[in-house]
């Protein structure tokens, strides 16, 4: 998706005419619903108008092209501009210009690609410009099949015309040479530059056919955290990291290199909603810190997504091995202290209070992990427990750190790599189950997410599971609103779920399987949040039950519907108040149905067993 496109000559006159802001706003406005602040009104205005004069005394053919405010698929990134035509051997080409209003900048030499500027008012750390237009770029490639095999040429830099040239410019520290290389920058005096390298590689104009490949290319798959495990541990870079994830990466990176220098023990905490790439970026790093050889583990509450890690990496890693760097935290109570140089606890807010089968183990979970690790890395979205025994929370592990006097780090992942990159689709979600109120009261079809409503389950189990085949990168699943029936558990053709006036019949997830979310035939059964969550898929189909309703005014959650054999809400009536029951088992019930439709990278289809909350649904499709 663009905001704006023109070509040079067009782009040129709507500057000349004082109207490319007032179009790009409009575009907003249209697209997403909502103003744009002023503030970035003012650096569209700088920024912009620095390029109109870069161009205007270019031989840059006018009728190459340009696009602003280009959204990366699969992601919530934006690239700035794009300048598109074509090589002198008729090439297609684009630049690809990351634009910064930065006035000053210092390096950090213990960390890859990260530099400090100042951010919303603060010193901060961020990506080095290079970086970040090297990364926008090569995400474009690995994204865009007609990119890639059309040969397209893609040249990224960076402008910071605000930026003065300085001696021992910290931004060009011989330690981003690698990147500087790839992404040269461009500061306040350079438009000579600048204006050479855009020429260098847009010799003729192209009336936008680059942009249009760039923007309605062939979309690749996105590539599946458990499809490339096997290849991550060997070392190989498989995921870009891109913004707030590259520095999260580092900083983590560096506090275990710390750590395996004697340095002091601490807490990290990672915040993050779902598709931010919290379980990426743990699994990069437990590559990277066990290839540094420290003792590193990754832990889990659910099983699932271990049993799917593990399964992946037989035949390439020791089995002993591989059971000792994916573990559950069940027993960490019987750990030493210190026995870990880092533990990397992915989706921290399912941890609980005691462990083992009946939660009559340990202490606290939290508690053990730090006092078993140097450096206690928790990746965690408070907007995600799903249980009444899920003690993990931002609060809860500041608290025991602080009792432990141990020092702590918050960081946030705020970019969207799942549901089409949309954030919007989120928000949009939030409002509409009423977890909070957002601006975001449509779907809106700009964001290429993929979002039916079915009012027949057969028709959206056949349009999962025509999805399916394309790669098995799809499943359906279900709110816990019917029993688990034990008895012939492993027998396909016992229905656990089923929706009388369609004739519909379905089986939880068999007991067989540990590994539902790979096995291709685990897309005859239905899955649960226990079998789902940290994991993801291409297309995610939901059966939304009885425990979620539409009154036709607000949404309505009704524990008594769960399952009997359900135990997220075990002792809601014993260990609350009516009052305070009713409002804890609403944000559960809630979060569960969040998770579960926010699977999807491509698209969520439900069906609703009430009609009136279908109908609701469909009212906020746009």
């Known amino acids: 998706m663009i905001i704006y496109r023109n070509t040079k000559g067009g782009f040129i006159e709507d500057v000349f005419d004082g109207v490319l802001v007032e179009k790009i706003d409009d575009s907003m406005r249209q697209r997403f619903g909502r103003s744009t602040p002023e503030s970035e009104m003012r650096a569209w205005n700088n920024s912009l108008l620095r390029m109109e004069a870069v161009l205007s005394h270019s031989d840059v053919p006018d009728t190459a092209g340009i696009a602003i405010e280009y959204n990366i698929p699969y992601t919530s990134k934006r690239v700035d501009m794009i300048v598109s035509g074509k090589t002198s051997d008729d ?11 930065w006035s000053e900048a210092e390096s950090v030499e213990d960390k890859d690609g990260i530099v400090r500027t100042v951010l919303n008012g603060t010193m901060r750390e961020t990506a080095h410009p290079s970086y970040q237009a090297w990364s926008y770029a090569a995400a474009i490639m690995d994204f865009n099949a007609d990119i890639q095999e059309g040969n397209v040429l893609l040249k990224p830099c960076a402008c910071l015309h605000n930026y003065q040239e300085i001696d021992n410019d910290p931004l060009l520290d011989p330690i981003y040479d690698d990147y500087l290389q790839k992404a040269p920058i461009f500061r306040k005096h350079d438009n000579r530059k600048l204006t050479d390298f855009i020429e260098r590689f847009i010799r003729k104009g192209d009336n936008l056919e680059t942009i249009f490949l760039i923007d309605s290319g062939r979309l690749r798959p996105s590539k599946s955290l458990q499809d490339v495990l096997a290849s991550m541990m060997k070392g190989n870079d498989e995921f870009i990291l891109l913004d707030s994830q590259k520095v999260v990466y580092e900083n983590i990176l560096d506090a275990s290199r710390k750590i395996g220098k004697g340095g002091k023990k601490n807490v990290i905490i990672v915040e993050g909603g779902p598709g931010t790439g919290k379980t990426v970026l743990a699994i990069n790093l437990l590559c990277s810190i066990i290839n540094n050889n420290l003792a590193a583990m990754y832990v889990s509450k659910n099983a699932a997504p271990r049993n799917v890690y ?44 005691k462990s083992g089968m009946f939660s009559n183990l340990g202490e606290n979970q939290i508690k053990e992990i730090m006092k ?93 599971e025509e999805k399916n085949k394309e790669n098995n990168r799809s499943r ?50 239905a899955g649960c949040i226990h079998t789902c969550q940290g994991l993801e898929f291409d297309y995610v189909g939901v059966i939304i039950g009885d425990d979620l309703r539409f009154d036709g005014k607000h949404i309505v959650t009704d524990a008594s519907e769960r399952a009997k054999t359900d135990q997220s809400l075990k002792g809601l009536k014993s260990n609350y108040s009516r009052e305070e029951a009713a409002m804890v088992a609403d944000r559960i019930i809630k979060n569960t149905y969040k998770v579960l439709m926010s699977r999807g990278i491509k698209g969520c289809f439900i069906y609703c067993t009430n009609k009136m909350l279908e109908q609701y649904f469909l009212s906020k499709l746009h």
């Open 91 to 101: 090439r297609n080409s684009a630049v690809i210009i990351e634009l910064k209003q």
């Open 310 to 353: 593990k399964k992946k990496l037989k035949g390439s890693m020791r089995s002993a091995s591989v059971n000792n760097l994916f573990r559950g935290p069940d027993q960490f109570h019987e750990y030493a202290e210190d026995t870990l140089d880092v533990t990397l606890v992915d989706e921290a807010h399912r941890l609980r209070e």
């Open 372 to 464: 078993a690790s140097k450096l206690s890395v928790f990746f965690i979205d408070d907007d995600q427990r799903v249980t009444l025994k899920d003690i993990g929370s931002v609060n809860e592990i500041k608290s025991q750190a602080k009792k432990l006097g141990l020092e702590i780090t918050t960081m946030k992942l705020d970019s969207q790599f799942r549901c089409s990159g949309s954030d919007g689709y989120l928000s949009w979600l939030d409002n509409i189950l009423e977890i909070r109120e957002t601006a975001n009261y449509d779907l809106e079809k700009e964001w290429n997410y993929d979002f039916r409503v079915f009012d027949d389950p057969n028709l959206m189990r056949a349009a999962i």
């Open 476 to 525: 359906i699943v279900a709110g816990y609103c019917w029993n688990w029936i034990t008895e012939g558990k492993n027998n396909p053709f016992v229905y656990d779920i089923e929706i009388p006036e369609f004739n519909f019949r379905m089986s939880w997830n068999l007991g067989s399987s540990d590994t539902w979310a790979i096995d291709p035939e685990s897309i005859k059964e």
